[in-house]
């Protein structure tokens, strides 16, 4: 299986700082149509996962711009314009170019 | 707006068995592939099963293939997991996620998530 790893494990943010958070994958997730299927997902304390980024850089329905998505092959980034209260949470990179599925083990995005 | 609903978690002792079910409204069931994505109390993320829209295709990730079966009954928009012989290590919030009907884009919403706990 393709192993995700994200860092840092934890990312201590000031509101209205910018924040980074980094995913690399033991394979290219270049696919054979040539997509890149690579995803974030933010979980908020005692919420179920949301979606906020697939195929790299595409965000979804009602995910605030401030979110925004890069990379491409192995190394890919989730990077926030400017960290709100709302923010805090564990956020996940997923890859679904290769079968299973597979997650990040996550990172804890959290006030200073 | 997309609801998905999942039952039937709780406690069971190893070995034994339960039936989680998931009830979805706001959309077409019939069309969209679906999946069980499980996380234990504090860890990460995992994939455990998916079913195509007709179930015509199934998938188990390692650590449940043969222990447990996903379904689901697309009059009753419902999806189901048949968990057997559960062990400790398969306590976890239980996740039924939606895709989003384009090849590879998983994932796009998911439920509220029901606890299993496997402990004597």
């Known amino acids: 299986d393709v192993v995700m790893t994200q860092s840092p494990f934890s990312l201590p943010v000031t509101l209205g700082q910018p924040a980074s958070i980094s995913c690399r994958s033991t394979?290219?997730?270049?696919?054979?149509?040539?997509?890149?299927?690579l995803s974030w997902f933010q979980q908020r304390p005692g919420q179920s996962p949301r979606r906020l980024i697939y195929?790299?850089?595409n965000r979804d329905s009602g995910v605030p711009d401030r979110f925004s998505g890069s990379g491409s092959g192995t190394d890919f980034t989730l990077k926030i314009s400017r960290v709100e209260a709302e923010d805090v949470g564990v956020y996940y990179c997923?890859?679904?170019?290769?079968?299973?599925?597979?997650f990040g083990q996550g990172t804890k995005v959290e006030i200073k | 707006e997309v609801q998905l609903v999942e039952s039937g978690g709780g406690l069971v002792k190893p070995g034994g068995s339960l039936r989680l079910s998931c009830a979805a409204s706001?959309?077409?069931?019939?069309?969209?592939?679906i999946n069980w994505v499980r996380q234990a109390p504090g860890k990460g993320l995992e994939w455990v099963s998916a079913?195509?829209?007709?179930?015509?295709?199934?998938y188990y990730a390692d650590s449940v293939k043969g222990r447990f079966t996903i379904s689901r009954d697309n009059v009753k928009n419902s999806l189901y997991l048949q968990m057997n012989s559960l062990r400790a290590e398969d306590t976890a919030f239980y996740y039924c996620?939606?895709?989003?009907?384009?090849?590879?884009?998983?994932?796009?919403?998911w439920g509220q998530g029901t606890l299993v706990t496997v402990s004597s």
């Open positions: 996620v939606r895709d989003n009907g384009a090849a590879r884009d998983y994932f796009q919403h």
């Open positions: 706001g959309f077409t069931f019939s069309t969209y592939s």
């Open positions: 079913i195509s829209s007709r179930s015509d295709y199934i």
């Open positions: 394979q290219s997730l270049v696919y054979s149509d040539g997509n890149t299927y």
């Open positions: 195929k790299v850089s």
């Open positions: 997923m890859q679904g170019t290769h079968w299973p599925p597979t």
